[in-house]
Protein backbone atom coordinates (compact mmCIF):
# COMPACT_ATOMS: atom_id res chain seq x y z
CA UNK A 1 0.00 0.00 0.00
CA UNK A 2 1.19 3.31 -0.98
CA UNK A 3 -0.81 6.01 -0.59
CA UNK A 4 -2.68 6.54 2.59
CA UNK A 5 -4.98 9.19 4.29
CA UNK A 6 -6.67 9.55 7.54
CA UNK A 7 -10.34 8.87 8.12
CA UNK A 8 -11.87 9.79 11.39
CA UNK A 9 -14.99 10.03 13.23
CA UNK A 10 -17.11 7.53 14.48
CA UNK A 11 -19.72 6.71 11.75
CA UNK A 12 -17.20 7.58 8.75
CA UNK A 13 -14.67 4.72 10.13
CA UNK A 14 -17.19 2.21 10.83
CA UNK A 15 -19.01 2.49 7.17
CA UNK A 16 -15.09 2.27 5.43
CA UNK A 17 -14.86 -0.86 7.52
CA UNK A 18 -18.15 -2.15 6.10
CA UNK A 19 -18.15 -1.06 2.98
CA UNK A 20 -14.43 -2.97 2.81
CA UNK A 21 -13.38 -1.12 -0.41
CA UNK A 22 -9.90 0.25 1.10
CA UNK A 23 -6.65 -1.54 2.57
CA UNK A 24 -6.72 -0.60 6.50
CA UNK A 25 -2.95 0.12 7.76
CA UNK A 26 -3.95 1.33 11.01
CA UNK A 27 -6.90 1.60 13.20
CA UNK A 28 -6.40 3.73 16.52
CA UNK A 29 -8.85 4.69 19.06
CA UNK A 30 -8.38 7.37 22.14
CA UNK A 31 -7.53 6.09 25.50
CA UNK A 32 -10.63 7.84 27.12
CA UNK A 33 -13.13 6.43 25.08
CA UNK A 34 -16.62 5.18 26.48
CA UNK A 35 -15.75 1.58 25.33
CA UNK A 36 -19.90 1.22 25.68
CA UNK A 37 -21.18 3.63 23.40
CA UNK A 38 -22.65 1.91 20.43
CA UNK A 39 -20.25 3.29 17.68
CA UNK A 40 -17.09 2.19 19.51
CA UNK A 41 -18.80 -1.27 20.34
CA UNK A 42 -19.54 -1.57 16.46
CA UNK A 43 -15.89 -0.44 15.48
CA UNK A 44 -14.25 -2.79 17.88
CA UNK A 45 -16.62 -6.01 16.26
CA UNK A 46 -15.87 -4.73 12.78
CA UNK A 47 -12.25 -4.53 13.69
CA UNK A 48 -12.08 -7.87 14.91
CA UNK A 49 -14.14 -9.53 11.89
CA UNK A 50 -11.42 -7.82 9.87
CA UNK A 51 -8.91 -9.23 12.05
CA UNK A 52 -7.36 -5.89 12.74
CA UNK A 53 -5.51 -4.12 15.91
CA UNK A 54 -6.52 -1.49 17.16
CA UNK A 55 -4.12 1.19 18.72
CA UNK A 56 -4.92 3.02 21.46
CA UNK A 57 -3.43 6.38 22.14
CA UNK A 58 -4.02 9.74 24.24
CA UNK A 59 -6.64 11.88 22.57
CA UNK A 60 -4.01 14.81 21.66
CA UNK A 61 -2.09 11.92 20.33
CA UNK A 62 -4.81 11.70 18.39
CA UNK A 63 -5.79 15.14 17.78
CA UNK A 64 -2.18 14.99 16.25
CA UNK A 65 -2.44 12.51 14.30
CA UNK A 66 -6.07 13.57 12.12
CA UNK A 67 -4.97 17.46 12.09
CA UNK A 68 -8.24 17.69 14.26
CA UNK A 69 -10.17 17.66 17.56
CA UNK A 70 -13.53 16.39 15.38
CA UNK A 71 -12.20 13.01 15.42
CA UNK A 72 -15.10 11.25 18.06
CA UNK A 73 -11.64 9.06 19.64
CA UNK A 74 -11.64 7.35 16.52
CA UNK A 75 -9.64 6.97 13.10
CA UNK A 76 -8.06 5.17 10.59
CA UNK A 77 -5.26 5.06 8.32
CA UNK A 78 -5.97 3.73 5.46
CA UNK A 79 -5.88 3.70 1.39
CA UNK A 80 -7.06 6.23 -0.72
CA UNK A 81 -10.42 6.64 -1.77
CA UNK A 82 -11.49 4.12 -4.78
CA UNK A 83 -12.89 5.79 -7.61
CA UNK A 84 -15.32 3.99 -10.00
CA UNK A 85 -14.41 3.80 -13.66
CA UNK A 86 -16.96 5.47 -15.64
CA UNK A 87 -17.44 3.27 -18.34
CA UNK A 88 -18.40 0.68 -15.55
CA UNK A 89 -21.58 2.98 -14.19
CA UNK A 90 -23.28 2.78 -18.03
CA UNK A 91 -26.39 1.28 -17.92
CA UNK A 92 -28.92 0.04 -20.60
CA UNK A 93 -31.74 2.51 -20.32
CA UNK A 94 -34.14 -0.46 -20.82
CA UNK A 95 -32.99 -2.04 -17.64
CA UNK A 96 -35.22 -4.80 -15.88
CA UNK A 97 -34.54 -2.62 -12.29
CA UNK A 98 -36.02 0.44 -11.32
CA UNK A 99 -34.80 2.75 -13.73
CA UNK A 100 -31.41 4.76 -13.62
CA UNK A 101 -30.17 7.79 -11.67
CA UNK A 102 -27.03 9.29 -12.07
CA UNK A 103 -25.71 12.10 -10.16
CA UNK A 104 -23.48 15.29 -12.08
CA UNK A 105 -22.03 17.93 -9.68
CA UNK A 106 -20.36 20.72 -11.63
CA UNK A 107 -17.28 22.47 -10.28
CA UNK A 108 -18.70 21.99 -6.78
CA UNK A 109 -15.96 22.95 -4.97
CA UNK A 110 -16.86 23.02 -1.06
CA UNK A 111 -16.10 19.39 0.71
CA UNK A 112 -19.32 19.96 3.20
CA UNK A 113 -21.41 20.14 -0.27
CA UNK A 114 -19.83 17.22 -2.13
CA UNK A 115 -20.16 15.34 1.45
CA UNK A 116 -24.13 16.36 1.65
CA UNK A 117 -24.77 15.28 -1.68
CA UNK A 118 -23.12 11.99 -1.38
CA UNK A 119 -25.32 11.14 1.46
CA UNK A 120 -28.52 12.24 -0.27
CA UNK A 121 -27.12 10.27 -3.35
CA UNK A 122 -26.34 6.92 -1.13
CA UNK A 123 -30.43 7.38 0.70
CA UNK A 124 -31.51 7.86 -3.13
CA UNK A 125 -29.94 4.39 -4.11
CA UNK A 126 -28.06 6.71 -7.18
CA UNK A 127 -26.44 4.29 -10.33
CA UNK A 128 -23.29 6.47 -9.75
CA UNK A 129 -21.95 9.64 -9.37
CA UNK A 130 -19.93 11.85 -11.70
CA UNK A 131 -17.13 14.94 -10.40
CA UNK A 132 -14.92 16.32 -12.76
CA UNK A 133 -10.78 16.41 -12.14
CA UNK A 134 -10.12 20.11 -12.00
CA UNK A 135 -11.89 22.76 -10.40
CA UNK A 136 -13.84 20.61 -8.07
CA UNK A 137 -13.34 19.19 -4.58
CA UNK A 138 -12.30 15.51 -4.64
CA UNK A 139 -13.38 12.92 -1.77
CA UNK A 140 -11.02 13.52 0.54
CA UNK A 141 -11.45 12.57 4.43
CA UNK A 142 -13.41 15.53 5.11
CA UNK A 143 -16.34 14.91 2.34
CA UNK A 144 -16.20 11.66 3.54
CA UNK A 145 -16.76 12.55 7.07
CA UNK A 146 -19.19 15.00 5.84
CA UNK A 147 -21.22 12.76 4.19
CA UNK A 148 -21.30 10.58 7.66
CA UNK A 149 -19.36 7.93 5.68
CA UNK A 150 -22.16 7.40 2.63
CA UNK A 151 -19.17 8.35 0.06
CA UNK A 152 -17.66 4.75 1.20
CA UNK A 153 -21.00 2.89 -0.62
CA UNK A 154 -21.69 5.44 -3.52
CA UNK A 155 -19.83 4.68 -6.83
CA UNK A 156 -18.23 8.23 -7.51
CA UNK A 157 -16.22 8.55 -11.24
CA UNK A 158 -14.02 11.09 -11.59
CA UNK A 159 -14.02 12.25 -15.16
CA UNK A 160 -11.41 14.94 -17.30
CA UNK A 161 -14.88 16.23 -19.01
CA UNK A 162 -18.29 15.87 -17.47
CA UNK A 163 -20.08 17.05 -20.93
CA UNK A 164 -18.23 14.11 -22.04
CA UNK A 165 -20.29 11.89 -20.22
CA UNK A 166 -23.34 13.92 -20.86
CA UNK A 167 -23.13 12.86 -24.68
CA UNK A 168 -23.00 9.56 -23.40
CA UNK A 169 -25.63 9.28 -21.05
CA UNK A 170 -27.81 10.94 -24.06
CA UNK A 171 -26.62 8.09 -26.44
CA UNK A 172 -27.95 6.00 -23.75
CA UNK A 173 -30.97 7.15 -23.29
CA UNK A 174 -30.89 9.35 -20.44
CA UNK A 175 -32.84 12.53 -19.65
CA UNK A 176 -29.95 15.34 -18.94
CA UNK A 177 -32.30 17.47 -15.92
CA UNK A 178 -30.16 20.56 -14.91
CA UNK A 179 -31.03 22.31 -11.61
CA UNK A 180 -31.06 26.20 -12.33
CA UNK A 181 -33.50 28.55 -11.03
CA UNK A 182 -34.95 31.41 -12.92
CA UNK A 183 -38.30 31.28 -14.61
CA UNK A 184 -37.60 29.98 -18.16
CA UNK A 185 -37.26 27.09 -16.08
CA UNK A 186 -39.51 23.63 -14.91
CA UNK A 187 -41.00 23.18 -11.84
CA UNK A 188 -39.13 20.09 -10.75
CA UNK A 189 -42.40 18.52 -9.75
CA UNK A 190 -44.21 19.24 -13.59
CA UNK A 191 -40.90 18.45 -15.26
CA UNK A 192 -41.48 14.61 -16.59
CA UNK A 193 -38.56 12.42 -15.01
CA UNK A 194 -39.97 8.93 -15.23
CA UNK A 195 -37.39 7.37 -17.33
CA UNK A 196 -33.67 7.07 -16.71
CA UNK A 197 -32.56 10.55 -15.36
CA UNK A 198 -29.53 12.32 -15.12
CA UNK A 199 -29.58 15.33 -12.56
CA UNK A 200 -26.67 18.17 -13.10
CA UNK A 201 -25.69 20.54 -10.54
CA UNK A 202 -23.81 23.69 -11.00
CA UNK A 203 -21.22 24.70 -8.22
CA UNK A 204 -21.90 27.14 -5.74
CA UNK A 205 -20.95 30.36 -7.21
CA UNK A 206 -21.78 30.17 -11.14
CA UNK A 207 -24.22 27.48 -11.17
CA UNK A 208 -23.96 25.37 -14.39
CA UNK A 209 -21.74 25.93 -17.10
CA UNK A 210 -22.54 26.71 -20.39
CA UNK A 211 -21.89 23.80 -22.51
CA UNK A 212 -23.59 21.85 -19.33
CA UNK A 213 -26.43 24.21 -19.26
CA UNK A 214 -26.84 23.60 -23.44
CA UNK A 215 -26.31 19.69 -23.03
CA UNK A 216 -29.07 19.44 -20.86
CA UNK A 217 -32.56 18.49 -22.00
CA UNK A 218 -34.78 20.05 -19.44
CA UNK A 219 -33.68 22.33 -16.70
CA UNK A 220 -35.72 22.50 -13.36
CA UNK A 221 -36.21 24.39 -10.49
CA UNK A 222 -37.45 24.43 -7.05
CA UNK A 223 -39.79 27.57 -6.45
CA UNK A 224 -38.66 29.74 -3.48
CA UNK A 225 -41.12 31.29 -1.17
CA UNK A 226 -38.85 33.32 1.28
CA UNK A 227 -36.67 36.07 1.01
CA UNK A 228 -33.11 34.34 0.51
CA UNK A 229 -32.91 33.80 -3.66
CA UNK A 230 -31.75 29.70 -3.61
CA UNK A 231 -31.38 26.58 -1.57
CA UNK A 232 -27.98 25.68 -1.60
CA UNK A 233 -26.31 23.04 -4.67
CA UNK A 234 -26.76 20.14 -1.29
CA UNK A 235 -30.11 20.58 -0.12
CA UNK A 236 -31.26 21.82 -4.02
CA UNK A 237 -29.57 18.35 -5.18
CA UNK A 238 -31.16 16.20 -2.32
CA UNK A 239 -34.73 17.27 -3.04
CA UNK A 240 -34.41 16.96 -6.67
CA UNK A 241 -32.79 13.74 -6.52
CA UNK A 242 -35.96 12.36 -4.30
CA UNK A 243 -38.55 13.89 -6.77
CA UNK A 244 -36.82 11.74 -9.58
CA UNK A 245 -37.24 8.69 -7.38
CA UNK A 246 -41.04 9.86 -6.76
CA UNK A 247 -41.44 10.00 -10.17
CA UNK A 248 -39.81 6.64 -11.04
CA UNK A 249 -41.42 4.65 -9.21
Not at 8 to 25: D, F, N, S, T
Not at 60 to 70: A, F, K, T
Not at 139 to 149: H, N, Y
Request: aromatic share 4%; with cysteine.
Amino acid sequence: MTKTEILYGRQPVCEMLIAGRRAVRRLIMADNVRRSAAMIVQFEKLAARRELAIETVHPRELDRICRSGNHQGVAAEASEYVYAEWHDLREPSASGRRPALYLLVDHVQDPQNLGSMLRSADAAGVTGVIIPRSKAASVTPAVTRASAGAAEHVSVAMVGNLTNVMRDLKEDGVCLAGLEAGSESTLYTVAALTGPVALVVGGEDEGLGRLVRDLCDVRIRIPMLGRVGSLNAAVSAAIALFEVRRQQA
